[in-house]
């Protein structure tokens, strides 16, 4: 069975820094590219940032460039997002998922962790 977890998430002051963690079973995780995606109230789902299945390739929204760092560990079949300097606008719903930026119905995902930045 799937498992994906996040974690890590919580509420901080603008400018500040949040380290969130996705751990994965029950599929070949090193096989697999990841993502994050995070979903703002009221908002439809955002591709945040994506990581190859080896780790050499990172790739991130426009909006977060500079500010965001994506990694993984695959002996330990996690992935994290190192977050900086966050902003306001950075406030929603993390979710890690399988797959790249875009999104298949064959993809797996976690069940979020909360980021809200105040200003």
């Known amino acids: 069975e799937v498992h994906i977890v996040e974690s890590g998430g919580g509420m901080v002051q603008s400018g500040g820094s949040l380290r969130l963690s996705c751990a994965a079973s029950g599929f070949t995780f090193s096989s697999y590219d990841m993502s994050w995606v995070r979903q703002a109230p009221g908002k439809g789902p955002e591709w945040v940032s994506g990581?190859?299945?080896?780790?050499?390739?990172?790739y991130y929204i426009n909006s977060v460039k500079g500010r965001f760092t994506i990694s993984r560990d695959n002996a330990k079949m996690t992935v994290y997002l190192q977050m900086d300097s966050l902003k306001p606008e950075d406030t929603a719903l993390y979710y890690c998922?399988?797959?790249?930026?875009?999104?298949?119905?064959?993809?797996?995902w976690g069940q979020g962790t909360q980021v809200t930045v105040s200003s």
């Open positions: 990581i190859n299945s080896g780790g050499a390739y990172t």
């Open positions: 998922r399988s797959g790249g930026s875009r999104a298949s119905r064959r993809d797996y």
